[in-house]
Structures are given as C-alpha cells and as structure tokens.
C-alpha cells in the first residue's frame, strides 16, 4: 500500500484546526501496535465504558434521543484531500458506550484524530457543552465509490465491541464479523466480549484499491493488536493478521473476581441472523417465507471433504462442535438468493453477502463450533460460528494467527460447486414422532448423471435414532436429486440426533456431506 507523504499530513483549511494532536515520527506495523498491546497485557483491563460522559449514558440517551444525533457528511475524514477512501465517525452514547481512540498514520509519521462536535448535528439535543472534548468516537464507517465510479457508497463499519462488517459490489448488510469471541456458547458462564479500543487508520494515496487499519482489542482476559488490508470490488477481501497476549490469572481476577478460565477462545467468528425458512420446523406467523442473513455453515475439512449444516432456530440455545485438524476454511453462507422466497421490500436478504474464512497457514488441531440462540424476531443475532483451538495459548506469549475473509456470494468462490440446495423438514403422517427429511442436491456432476442410473445416498445417524427408509429421486423439473430419509428417534429419546447424507457414484464421494442436528419438540 502506498501513503501519502508527511507533508500532505498538514491540515487543510476546511478541517477543524483542533482535530489532530501532535505529529510523531514512527513507521505504524503491526509489530508497532503488538508492542503497545503486550505492554497493556501485563495490567488489568480498564473499560472505555467508565470514561463515557453522564450525559451520553443509555439512563439519559435513549434510542431516539441517539438518532438524532448525525454526522456531517460534507465533514467526511479524507474527503477535502479527494482520497479514494473516507471515513465517518460515529457518536459514541446509548448502545455504544465505549469511545474509541483514533490515529491516522503515513509511511513515516501518526498522530491522534481528536474528537470534533462540528463534525456531528445535534438538533434539537443542545448537548454540546456537557460532551467534554477528549471523549473518542463509537466507531466509523468506511466509503468507497464500490457501486459506480461517481458514488460515495459505504464499505463497510467498525461499530461495537469488535463486530465490523464489510460489503462487496451492490451487497446490502448481514452478518458480522469479530475480532474474538471468548467463551461464546458455554452454558455455565457468561460470554466474554473484548472490544477494539484503538485504531489506526492509514491514510491512502489517490489511486490506491486498498486500505489498511491496524486495532488494539482488549477484553478482561485477553489484549491483541490487529492489522486488516481491505480490498473492495465484486468480492470485497480482508486480510487479518493479529497477535494476541492472554493475560495472567491474577490481573484477570483484579478486573473480575468471578472470572472462570477461559473454556472457548473463539477465532475468526462470524455473527448472523437465522429466524426461519422452509427448512424450519418452528413456524411462525410472518407473511415471508424465510428470514435469515445466513442459512448454513460450509466447512472445507483437512481431507478435501465439504461439509454443509443447515442453520436452525432452536427451541433453546444449542452448541455443536466439528472436530477437525487444519482446517481448510469455513463460512456462514447465504445460497438463497431469490427474492420469490423472501417477499420482503425492506429488508434485501437475497442480496447480503456470505462471508467465507480462509485460514493462512496451518490452523493444527481444533474444531469448529456453532451456537444458535432461540428467537422470536429477526432483529437479534442468535447465529455464531468460530475456530476453537485445542492447544489454548499461554498467559502472555504471543499467539499469532491470520486468515483472510472473503465478503461474497457463493457463486463468486465457486466453493462447493455440487452441493445441497434445500433442506425440508416433515413430520410422517402415519408415525408422528417420525420426521421425513429431502434433500435437494444440485451442480455439475449431478447434472451429467442419467436419470435410470441415480446415485446411492449414504446416510447415517447417531445411535439415538434410526435411518428407517432412504431413497433417492430426480427432480426433472430442476434436473436435481431428491434424497428422502426417514429417521425415527429411539422411544422415550430427548436429545439431539446428528444426521449425515452423502451422495456417491460408485466409490466416489459426488456432492458435499449433508449434516443436521436434529432436536425432538
């Protein structure tokens, strides 16, 4: 990435004259950033939380108060100097109440972006003087013409404990990534949520395709430094690389007493939303067929296979786990892109992106974990899918790890180019306490099979059940194949039954591994 010379770091005019502090020399990398993050490690966490004003706290600034509060969009970050990208500050106060601090930097010097009230409308607010001016930003939003070459679109945003989220070409917004999730799923302690705390923005030089941010996350248990290049276009991608410093037991326990040890160091998670589709056997009274961000998680294992898992809205919260050794890559993905099925003029869910991990270097032994959360409503993210390493880092050593994320559609990775295309659910009229499961699988090789000649399913269940017919169909109407299972669950069974369908030609494996937690009412 290229930057912009020191000099261009003079302040133009049509910037606030207080909105920079003082100019340092210093080449900002992410070794640059670990070492302010490792010396942080070695002191308990201190929440931004205690520094927010009184006046910006969610007792005195509610959701509708917030909304009134609005940047100036003339007064965008890098617009005055006509850079490729921009950047727009959220008002920190009522859901977001941890400021954030904000460096820009060049190749060879930084300095500190203050927080500026002129950048933001109050109306009718009239809080101004009760806002000190050492308070930080919530978090921004970046733009980028990544629609039409004469349109300010935005690119992505940074906003909240250390969720962002990214767009590709014409993608509205879905999921979420994080920088870490801690304890995520356990069913015996609260989930842990470090926050991005620190930033630095790297000034671009006109021409530049990329951009380059580096952050500071901090949590009670765990300090890291992070580096992100963003990459725009079709399918918009994000290297990561971090460094992360667990803290010692006893700075832990002099910022929460009650803290246990840590159970699950969730890396690389994604956060989504899954309220129903056609698969789900929970129904509610909602004139759309299917709500969701994302629909299943793809997981690319050690030994080539590709395993899908349908994503469900449970009764209760469930935590499943996919053992596995270097991971090839995994994603929530959303494969339902016609509108037809969603019949919804405000919410464009057929065109948010699925958001592909890609681990660089080898990962070592770990697992996969998925938690999904009961919900009501489609306004609560209750979908999280992370890497969990076996071997847990130690206190205060480095531990480093990097990936790529690809903000996409499936077709645009072509990453499982024969796989399954619809999950349905029933219950056998005949036997109630039976469920029929078809199995749409769709793609190139399927394709090209005659129809007298079908495939063989292999399927398989946990010893809690049993797979009582299995057949398979093609469907001339989509030159598709329709696997149907019946599974009876063993009497009196109440716990979750894992389900595995693979098809096969002979002795080679045709179409990804079909697999779902099947939980009786």
Known sequence: MRFASCLVLCLLAAMPSRLFAKLESAQVT?????????QR?????????????????????DYDKYREIEFRHDRAFWAADNLPFRVEFFHPGYLYQEPIHVNEFTITHVQSVRFVQDFFNYRSLHIEKQIPTDTGYAGFRLLYPLNAPDRWDELGAFLGASYFRLLGKDQRYGLSARGLALDCGESDRPEEFPIFTDWWLGKPHRGDE???????????????????????????????????????????LAADRNRKPLETIGLAPLTSMFWFSPASERKFPDYRRAV???DGLLMHMDNGEMLWRPIINPPAMRHQRFACKNIRGFGLLQRNRDFADYQDLFNFYQQVPSVWVEPRGRWGEGDINL?????????????VAFWNPKEKPMPLEPYRIAYTLHWTRETDLKLSPNK??????????????????????????????????????????????????????????????????????????KDPVDIRCTLKQGEEAISETWTYLWSPP
């Open 41 to 61: 490690a070695h002191k308990p966490f201190h929440s931004p939380k205690a520094d927010l004003p009184e006046v910006l706290r969610q007792d005195n600034l």
């Open 371 to 383: 938690v999904e959360l009961s919900t009501q409503y489609e306004g609560l993210d209750n979908v």
């Open 420 to 493: 399954v295309v619809a999950t349905r659910i029933g219950a056998d009229l005949r036997e109630p306490t039976r469920r029929l499961f078809a199995i749409d699988f769709a793609g190139p090789k399927l394709s090209s099979i005659p129809e007298n000649a079908p495939p063989q399913a292999i399927a398989s269940c946990s010893a809690n059940a049993a797979i009582v017919e299995n057949q398979v169909f093609h469907n001339s109407f989509n030159n598709t194949w329709r696997v149907m299972l019946k599974l009876a669950p063993k009497p009196d069974n």
């Open 292 to 294: 969701h961000d994302s």
């Open 210 to 252: 990329e951009l380059r941010l580096f952050a500071i996350l901090d949590s009670v248990s765990c300090v890291g430094a992070y580096s992100f290049l963003i990459q725009p276009g079709e399918t918009t991608v994000v290297d990561v690389e971090a460094v992360l410093y667990f803290r010692g037991e006893k700075d832990i």
């Open 30 to 38: 992410l070794d640059y950033v670990a070492k302010k993050a490792e």
